[in-house]
């Protein structure tokens, strides 16, 4: 029959070739039907169809030379027959392709029966372990055979059967991560083939096809260090766009990210950041900037990835961050107030790990170097424009340095955050800021010598004196004054803090000096209900020595100073401005006043009360 509907081709005038051709796609069904019914017949098993009907009909199809006959029934094979057949005579059908008309679109016939092969192997694992074709290897070499016999295959039809050969590798040997390799490799020959032969794989279709070979073994595997290992990998990212480069990097960190996949080895670390290029640094073909909100999203996608280099030895996690440093350097002033902060605090609990686990001698090799890593590293911070970012991330360094003993790093770590607030912080708002985690920080830090350490407080207090609004100034001053009153302070305080001995430095009248000079700040203030509710907070600060028995925070000066607030308090008008803001700000001030003398009170009649309370004259 497929004789008759063959020779219909060539029968009439050539000018109804066309209407002869349409009568032919219509009476394919017939012959459809026929090999339906041939392969439903009893005596037809797997033995039979191998010696003699597939052999009968593949003879009929290469010898019809008819593209229509041959394009149907090689389809139509694939479709009637069942999967065990096909598996038994995988290389027959393979070699028929290759005999084929060059017409004919090899591709949809070869991709049909690796789909169809690759289901069967899903629901019929031991069926195809247990067969002696190697389904892959039977594919791979007779693909690698077609291409070479059609070199003007379109470069779409090309790729798509890579893409094939790819899924059936992965989902009939998913263990087998060679085979993977192997279609990764021949992928990157064809396109780097593609390339010397000026063919165009930017169509829409060829770009879809490279972004599945990268993204079906991402989301099948969904281990990156399993997926960089793949040679080609990489390199085949490098045949996209930017747009499509970045988008395989951003799938393959949120993939690390979302699977909690640790990066062990530098070397891995190397090969993640070559297929996350685009995340790191500008690349030439870049064009229009990224937008702010993505870039800042891709940015902390990359900085996530950080917390995932683990490994047992803590010498190769610290080779990590070494190696990705390196990286991190070569992005931009843009990018590292991103990705050098969360190595920085990596590196410092690694120092903590390390002070642990280690002997004192190793120790003090070992953490020296690991706080000069972070001590480059903020550096590189501050020599751009976040100083401010640069500061913070040196005073936390000087905290894990005296946790860690180490007092000149810590002492130099302060010096650096002094050379910044005295070089670069000019915003006022930011310098009191500044001022305030310096305290906050120094009070924390228990190694220092007494000398050095008041050779700090003592710069504190001054640049402290030095702010430019008076309110800030009577605050900073005040604030300073508990840089020289540290140590244990009350019955549920501890002498030691991270197994270290706190060190006690008591500066009475230091002190005293710097409550005063608080005082003084705060009467130069013109606006009067300012000036009160400084006077107020300086009370409570006080307070706070007379009840932890500072000698020289004697009792006269609570009293005066509860004197000076009636006076004030009774003088104080209402500013200019928002007459509804300046009514609530007094009532403020007279209620944060009150609930002071109620806690005097309180502790006046409270029996458990060691400092002289009842002295005090409200």
């Keep these: 029959m497929n004789k008759l509907w063959v020779r219909m081709q060539h029968q009439g005038p050539a000018r109804d070739k066309q209407k002869r051709e349409k009568e032919r796609q219509e009476l394919r069904l017939l012959v459809g039907k026929n090999l339906a019914r041939l392969s439903q017949l009893e005596g037809v098993d797997v033995e039979m169809y191998t010696e003699t009907v597939l052999p009968r009909i593949t003879e009929q199809i290469v010898n019809c030379k008819d593209q229509i006959a041959q394009q149907y029934l090689m389809e139509i094979i694939i479709q009637v027959f069942p999967d065990n057949f096909h598996l038994a005579t995988l290389e027959i059908f393979l070699e028929t392709c290759g005999k084929l008309l060059a017409t004919i679109d090899v591709k949809t016939i070869v991709v049909s029966l690796v789909d169809r092969l690759a289901a069967y192997a899903t629901q019929n694992a031991t069926a195809v372990s247990s067969s002696s074709v190697n389904v892959f290897k039977t594919f791979s070499s007779h693909i690698a055979s077609l291409l070479l016999q059609r070199p003007k295959m379109d470069a779409e039809d090309q790729l798509a059967m890579q893409v094939a050969l790819l899924n059936l590798a992965l989902r009939v040997y998913p263990e087998t991560v060679e085979y993977v390799d192997e279609v990764l490799n021949q992928a990157f020959e064809l396109l780097t083939r593609l390339k010397k032969e000026e063919v165009d794989y930017t169509k829409p279709n060829c770009v879809k096809h490279i972004l599945s070979l990268l993204n079906i073994p991402l989301t099948t595997y969904n281990n990156i260090i399993i997926l960089t290992k793949l040679e080609n990998y990489s390199n085949i990212i490098g045949f996209l766009g930017y747009s499509h480069r970045r988008k395989i990097a951003i799938d393959v960190v949120s993939n690390a990210i979302n699977n909690e996949t640790f990066i062990p080895e530098p070397d891995d670390v190397t090969r993640v950041f070559a297929a996350i290029k685009p995340l790191l640094m500008d690349e030439e073909d870049q064009g229009e900037e990224v937008d702010p909100e993505d870039f800042e999203e891709d940015q902390?996608?990359?900085?996530?990835?950080?917390?995932?280099f683990q490994s047992d030895n803590l010498e190769t996690l610290f080779m990590l961050y070494a190696t990705s440093r390196k990286v991190f350097g070569q992005g931009g002033n843009k990018r590292i107030k991103h990705t050098l902060p969360p190595l920085v605090f990596r590196s410092l609990k690694l120092a903590a790990l390390l002070k642990e686990r280690t002997s004192a001698e190793t120790w003090e090799r070992v953490g020296k170097r690991i706080f000069k890593f972070a001590h480059e590293t903020v550096l590189a911070l501050a020599?751009?424009?976040?100083?401010?970012?640069?500061?913070r991330l040196f005073l936390q360094c000087a905290k894990s340095a005296s946790y860690a003993g180490f007092e000149t790093i810590a002492y130099e770590f302060l010096t650096q955050v002094f050379e910044i607030y005295e070089s670069d912080?000019?915003?006022?708002?930011?310098?009191?800021?500044?001022?305030?985690?310096?305290i906050a920080t120094l009070q924390t830090l228990h190694v220092f010598s007494e000398e050095n350490y008041d050779t700090l407080a003592t710069?504190?207090?001054?640049h402290s004196a030095k702010l430019l609004k008076k309110p800030d100034q009577c605050r900073a001053v005040y604030m300073c004054s508990h840089l020289f009153w540290t140590g244990e302070t009350g019955p549920e305080s501890s002498s030691i803090v991270n197994k270290q001995p706190v060190r006690e430095y008591r500066e009475g009248k230091?002190?005293?000096?710097?409550?005063?000079?608080s005082l003084r700040i705060a009467d130069s203030c013109m606006d009067s209900s300012m000036n009160v509710k400084l006077f107020v907070e300086i009370l409570n600060e006080y307070l706070y020595y007379f009840e932890h028995r500072?000698?020289?925070?004697?009792?006269?000066y609570v009293t005066g100073l509860i004197a000076l607030i009636k006076t004030n308090l009774a003088n104080m008008e209402v500013g200019e401005g928002d007459t509804n803001a300046s009514p609530d700000r007094a009532k403020s001030i007279n209620t944060y006043y009150f609930n002071t003398l109620k806690h005097i009170q309180f502790k006046k009649e409270a029996p458990t009360t060691t400092a002289p309370y009842d002295q005090i004259d409200i």
């Design 300 to 308: 902390n996608r990359v900085a996530a990835l950080i917390h995932l």
């Design 383 to 391: 020599r751009t424009d976040y100083k401010d970012l640069a500061m």
């Design 425 to 438: 912080v000019a915003d006022s708002k930011a310098q009191f800021r500044a001022i305030n985690e310096i």
């Design 459 to 462: 710069k504190t207090a001054v």
């Design 510 to 517: 230091r002190v005293l000096e710097c409550l005063q000079k």
């Design 550 to 556: 500072n000698e020289t925070v004697a009792v006269k």
